[in-house]
């Protein structure tokens, strides 16, 4: 880990909020409405579990999970737009914050500026932001859907770093997806912190790595 860090950027999804549990309550809401007629737990479950698939962590566009569910269960265009519509307009109600990322960034406060850059609508990240209460602690949000840029495009990275009003070598990102997060980050210039969401996962690039976000603590 380089040295002369003066600022912080996170991602907001599954790095200081838990989008999986937010999509697997969706998910059931979903599957609950859409299919009544499914009583069989079993068979429930196997819905669900595809439809968590296909979302694939929330990094491509809702359109793919819906549209296999609708080429696997026959459901007319109409109601595979409706159905991204209505996730897009509800799915931040589901918000569920990590228990220590609020203490964890308060701390951090103290010594570094903070921000946000993620990826998403402008709707749903204010949404969520505002439902994990963690909105007020950051002097930076940069979300895509308002920057018209989406990571791993270095220039919402650098949009970041100039609204901390720092020079990227000086910021630290941390984020959990490696494709968009920490590559972005890296050729930004910034340094990348990486949350590993699972522990079995490998990595041979020397990068930081945590499992929490309450090891930044530690870290920096």
């Not at 809702?62 to 007319?76: D, F, P, V």
């Not at 949009?159 to 494709?179: K, S, Y």
């Amino acid at each position: 880990m380089r040295t002369g860090i003066k600022g912080i950027l996170f991602d907001l999804d599954n790095t200081l909020i838990d989008r999986q549990a937010a999509a697997d309550a969706k998910v059931r809401k979903l599957v609950a409405e859409l299919f009544p007629q499914v009583q069989d737990p079993v068979e429930f479950e196997n819905i669900v579990q595809k439809l968590l698939t296909w979302d694939e962590y929330g990094s491509i566009p809702k359109i793919h999970m819906y549209s296999m569910l609708a080429k696997e269960y026959g459901l007319s265009e109409e109601q595979r737009e409706a159905l991204c519509q209505d996730w897009g307009e509800t799915f931040g109600d589901y918000t569920v914050v990590f228990p220590q990322a609020r203490a964890v960034i308060e701390q951090l406060k103290k010594k570094y500026k903070v921000g946000i850059v993620t990826n998403g609508s402008s709707k749903m990240q204010r949404r969520k932001l505002e439902l994990c209460g963690l909105a007020d602690l950051f002097e930076v949000i940069v979300i895509s859907g308002e920057f018209q840029a989406h990571k791993p495009d270095v220039e919402i990275f650098l949009e970041g770093a100039r609204q901390l009003q720092l020079p990227p070598r000086e910021i630290a990102f941390v984020g959990d997806t490696f494709f968009t997060d920490i590559i972005g980050a890296y050729r930004a210039g910034m340094q990348p912190i990486w949350i590993f969401s699972n522990p079995g996962q490998q990595c041979q690039a020397d990068l930081p790595r945590i499992y929490r976000i309450e090891e930044l603590l530690d870290l920096l």
